[in-house]
């Protein structure tokens, strides 16, 4: 992750005096100090950015607030729940983490403090004129805000080796309407000894965005409507969204051995290795745009002397006949535990993290990393490679991500495990009528 120095000024408005951070009784005057005047310790654990950059990130932040120190925790994404819940219960749990939307947000909803006094204190009693609705709307459970959302970010797109094919000689085309169309090109990259489609299926979310994506070219919004229960998983749409899946498997377009490799770093090595010319992934690949991410991710895919790769984000191959959509949901959001003992201190690292439009919210805007949740943040990219290519791209994200209507997480953890395994069987040759089957009984008996 990149991220930029400056001055990153925030201030909260003081509307009462400040009272104990006694967890038994909280009344949300926490929420409402002076963050210059606050000092504590807060304990924050993660599972997006790497150790690195959160390092880097608290550095900026202690630029601004030097009286709250943070201490940070990155956790593998796959282990993250588990060993959060492990630590909640010990009652050695962190004072703030983050939170996906969705199932995640739903079994830790109990732990977590109302940040409504805090949007209040920090962005005035008309604060939700400030925020986007869709990520406040995806925290919000039960009528209580767990967690502060952060930027938004999509799939139903993929990472294009612009320089590799213009090597091979090789032009993406205009138009990919089916499957055929898709195989035809792949075959003319394969012809040149490289990979067509990179692709991690052994990891359920990457192969999930993929799967909708594919779903969306066959009928916009079939797969919404099944992951809501209103529309069976057996419908023809869903069956034929299958069949496509699996037939990437065997007509080369998806790498040999693909539901062996995982999305980062094996999938994303290959892209940026130059041995594949696409990379199915979300809107974060815009990243690649800087030219020193690029170099620095090539670095760590084992590349020598490598330069700024020329790449653009794309929609994914309407294999299904349709043009397909950006599809989005936010990250995640920053949440304070209700146990802390630090909520003061934890709500000055959960504004500059997750409410400030010059804090966090904006470097990962000017990383390209996500769409903020804050409206009046003002993205400022530096060190864009091949600037003519990716400034249109970029805007292509930034605004159908303000306009999409279909999330990209599923809110019953049930459905999302039925969904993985139903992906690795179709990948490895199960029929699409029986996995769809399997997968309407689990939908069946899901309360929504």
Do not use: H
């Not at 004072?95 to 732990?111: H, I, K, R, S, W």
């Not at 502060?148 to 080796?161: C, D, H, I, R, V």
């Not at 349709?322 to 920053?334: C, K, L, P, R, Y």
């Not at 630090?342 to 400030?356: C, D, H, P, Q, R």
């Amino acid at each position: 992750m990149t991220v930029i120095a400056g001055a990153l000024a925030t201030a909260l408005v003081l509307t009462g005096c400040a009272t104990s951070d006694d967890p038994g009784v909280d009344d949300g005057s926490w929420a409402t100090q002076d963050p210059a005047t606050v000092t504590g310790e807060v304990n924050f654990w993660q599972w997006g950015d790497s150790q690195e950059a959160v390092e880097k990130q608290i550095a900026l932040f202690n630029e601004t607030y030097p009286n709250v120190k943070v201490t940070s925790k990155t956790v593998p994404y796959a282990d993250y729940a588990s060993s959060l819940s492990a630590a909640i219960a010990s009652g050695s749990g962190p004072d703030a983490f983050t939170l996906e939307p969705g199932a995640m947000a739903e079994q830790f909803a109990f732990a977590v403090a109302d940040l409504t006094p805090l949007y209040a204190s920090v962005l005035g009693a008309d604060w939700q004129s400030s925020v986007a609705s869709g990520p406040i709307d995806a925290l919000t459970i039960d009528g209580k805000l767990v967690g502060a959302p952060n930027a938004s970010t999509g799939a139903g797109t993929m990472l294009l080796n612009i320089g590799l094919l213009e090597e091979l000689g090789i032009e993406y085309p205009d138009s990919i309407s089916s499957v055929d169309d898709l195989v035809d090109f792949c075959q003319q990259v394969i012809a040149k000894d490289k990979q067509c489609l990179a692709i991690g299926a052994k990891d359920a979310w990457a192969s999930q965005d993929v799967f909708q994506a594919i779903a969306d070219t066959v009928e916009p919004g079939a797969y919404s409507e099944a992951v809501a229960g209103e529309r069976p998983w057996t419908d023809d749409a869903l069956v034929e969204a299958f069949d496509i899946w699996q037939s990437l498997f065997s007509n080369g377009v998806f790498q040999e051995g693909a539901v062996g490799f995982s999305q980062y770093p094996d999938a994303s090595n290959l892209w940026q290795s130059g041995e594949a010319v696409a990379f199915p992934t979300g809107t974060w690949a815009a990243m690649e745009f800087i030219g020193a991410t690029s170099i620095a991710n090539q670095e760590a895919a084992g590349v020598a002397n490598p330069k700024p790769i020329k790449s653009s984000v794309v929609g994914f191959p309407a294999v299904g006949g349709t043009e397909g959509t950006i599809f989005a949901s936010i990250g995640s959001g920053t949440a304070i535990a209700e146990s802390s003992k630090n909520k003061a201190a934890a709500g000055v690292w959960a504004n500059w993290y997750s409410l400030s439009s010059s804090g966090n919210q904006k470097i990962t805007a000017d990383a390209l990393i996500g769409v903020p949740a804050i409206l009046d943040v003002d993205q400022d990219v530096q060190g864009l490679a091949y600037p003519e290519i990716a400034q249109p791209a970029i805007d292509w994200i930034n605004e159908s991500i303000g306009q999409t209507t279909e999330a990209r997480s599923i809110p019953y953890p049930e459905l999302t495990t039925a969904l993985g395994t139903a992906m690795q069987e179709s990948a490895v040759g199960t029929d699409s009528a029986s996995v769809t089957a399997t997968l309407q009984s689990v939908s069946e008996s899901i309360a929504r």
